[in-house]
């Protein structure tokens, strides 16, 4: 029997033993300590923590979707994770952020499209329903007809957490991706329900002063809008923001509108965009989102959040660890391939 001791970003710790083959996750538990979860099969990163002494094994049959660079980093997800012997295990967040997961069902507004490969649907909770939820967080939204679930970031501000606002890809084959593309041919059919499971996630906007540095790929601009908004509703902030968004192609741009309005009342917002296959018409910077940072970016200590592919968390994660970021001062949503 091994002892687990975890310890949250706050400082709090709980120690508790864990019986054999049994998981981190399970063994708290079991103790009557909640963790931060959600797939529960080691794809959706939501339970990771970071090993401070100790081993850990994976159960049989796991394809962990950790990164070999995150794994010799001491990344470790506590759904599968079970202790080879004591294990001291950092998580990054406070026991006080896990709020409870709810069920509500949304009742869709409007589809409206964004760019060439993504859309925004917006709707409403029903029966008054409120969703509790921190910037950053997402939700399972099941595809109408299905029994398919996909993981979203709200783009909307927990002060409007009734009126709910999605940044979807358009995956050719996918099951939401379709649905979508069918209410744009035609509009949303009037009463479309979409059941909704949440909140998810340790992504989120922490309550501090310090610069922040927010880098996102395509879609995963939208839990940095739903941080932003959240800051321009509470009033006019001079905290030095920089965002670095990075798309494929000139058509997968969109959202520079909005980002120039939260400019208006976040004058230390700065917006770097860059193109990795631009067209002719285009002046900025062609590449990927890492390549618009500096290592100035890095002045006055600022928080790192992350939004966007597996390639581009694992190549900001890299600059940011080349450039001397603390680990404890990157926080990572990471959108992982969900199939069809």
Request: aromatic share 6%; glycine share 8%.
């Amino acid at each position: 029997m091994a002892t687990v001791e975890a310890i949250f970003s706050d400082g709090e710790r709980f120690t508790f033993d864990a019986r054999a083959a049994e998981t981190v996750l399970a063994a708290a538990r079991r103790h009557g300590l909640a963790l931060a979860s959600d797939c529960e099969t080691g794809e959706c990163q939501t339970c990771v923590g970071t090993i401070k002494s100790g081993a850990i094994d994976y159960e049989d049959g796991v394809d962990i979707s950790l990164s070999d660079a995150d794994v010799a980093a001491g990344l470790a997800l506590c759904c599968v994770a079970t202790p080879r012997d004591n294990l001291v295990i950092e998580l990054p967040y406070t026991r006080a952020s896990l709020l409870p997961v709810r069920t509500a069902y949304l009742s869709v507004t409007a589809v409206e499209p964004l760019c060439k490969s993504a859309v925004a649907l917006r709707g409403k909770l029903m029966r008054n329903a409120k969703l509790d939820f921190y910037a950053g967080q997402y939700v399972n939204l099941t595809v109408p007809g299905t029994t398919h679930q996909r993981a979203y970031s709200m783009a909307n501000p927990p002060e409007e957490p009734d009126a709910l606002e999605f940044l979807v890809r358009l995956i050719d084959g996918g099951a939401m991706s379709e649905f979508l593309r069918a209410a744009l041919q035609s509009g949303p059919t009037p009463g479309t329900v979409i059941a909704l499971k949440g909140p998810h996630g340790v992504f989120y906007r922490r309550e501090r002063e310090a610069p922040m540095l927010m880098i996102a790929g395509g879609t995963g601009l939208a839990p940095m809008l739903a941080m932003l908004r959240q800051l321009a509703q509470r009033g006019a902030s001079r905290r030095r923001i920089t965002l670095c968004f990075g798309v494929t192609a000139a058509d997968d741009l969109f959202g520079l509108d909005v980002l120039d309005r939260l400019a208006e009342t976040l004058p230390g917002l700065e917006r770097r965009v860059a193109i990795m296959r631009p067209d002719a018409s285009w002046s900025g910077t062609r590449g990927v989102a890492t390549d618009l940072l500096a290592p100035a970016d890095l002045e006055g200590a600022p928080d790192a959040y992350l939004c966007g592919p597996p390639p581009m968390i694992a190549a900001a994660r890299a600059w940011l660890a080349a450039h001397g970021q603390p680990p404890a001062r990157i926080f990572a949503e990471e959108f992982t391939p969900t199939g069809t």
